[in-house]
């Protein structure tokens, strides 16, 4: 046992110098993507950019879902504790954001209207940095690991719904998967947990009201959408504050109210849009029956029609409890627990959850903010940046995780 437990503090150890000796590498490296962002499931370049990378570190690889990217690490120790058919996935996502970045930086987007707002960048460089160190350290530790570099989070139906179908799941079958995110409001140099429900599934509502038009002075002449739509948007909301129990999370949030084109003139029709979200599956495919039956019966007894579609989006993300657990005391073996806190609930989504609704998962956050630099905007914005130093801290706790971690 002893001798097991030194070996474990000598892998910590290589690991930490390794993404020391790296993370100016993996800094450029992060750099490079943030300048040369691509949209979800048009990640060619990036794509093509990583399986250059995993080639050069002689890591085997295959492309799934036209874009993506799967690499094995096959461990060269072998102790015959059973450990060898450990299998541990990896996640990172690849695609950027519709906006325009405004960060004076010289690795400013060149590509117009597109940026890495929500870190995926830093996200495919602490995996490509984990996978470095993966593969330098073989020979110390047991079982595989597999590297899931996966297109489209940011969009319907999610990449990780596409990977699981082609089979990212299986040959070989991992028994965790662990997916890091940057996290704008946490501190540099912290990683954060929690067990249980994380994340929000998320849906996305599509709603045309249909009436009569006509002249906006004579409103008795006319079945007037908009004031049905409005009448529409009030009910949405009491749906959810008289409905759901108010210990359960949940948000309807209309985003799109699009009607009309002058003053005098009622029109024919009203196009709404908004999302919803929940962190409970029951109640939440319970909601899209009430929104349904609720909104139609209103629409219908003001003189209305309407059309309705709910695009069912990515599920809730459930970290395993125990896996979790497991994890944050990794964590704190790694980088101490005093740089190890809770992850607050939030009510964003991420096609994480397809994942963990197959096997154990456990969805962590890396601190990347720094107020010092002036670097503490949020996910989705144009200003949103990352204190580079982070990527140290998010490979090698990815290698860790990677190479102990038993399920």
Partial sequence: MQVFVFLRIMLKDQILSLAKKYKEEFIEIRRHLHANPELSYQEFETSRFVQSKLQEYGIPFKVMAETGVVGIIEGGLR???GHQNRCIALRADMDALPIVEENDVAYKSKNNGIMHAC??????????????????????????????FQPGEEKNPGGASIMIKEGVLENPKPQAIFGLHVHPGLQIGQLSFRGGKVMASADELYMTVKGKGGHAAAPHHTVDPILIASHLVVSLQQIISRNRNPHNPSVLSITAFNAGTTTNVIPNEVKLM??????DEAWRFEAHELIKRIATLLVESMGGTLDLHIDVGYPTVYNNEALNEKAKQKAAEL????????????????????????????????GVMNKEKGISSGVHTPTFNIDEHALETGMAMMAWLGCTVEP
């Fill in 335 to 366: 980088i101490g627990a005093g740089h190890v806190e809770e992850t607050e609930l939030r009510m964003g989504a991420e096609d994480f959850g397809y994942y963990t609704q197959q096997i154990p998962g456990c969805f962590f956050r890396l």
């Fill in 274 to 279: 908004g999302t919803f979200r929940a962190m």
């Fill in 119 to 148: 870190g995926h960048d830093a996200h495919t460089t602490c995996l490509l940095g984990a996978a470095k160190i993966l593969i330098e350290l073989k020979e110390h530790w047991e079982g595989t690991v597999k590297l899931i």
């Fill in 79 to 81: 102790q015959s504790s």
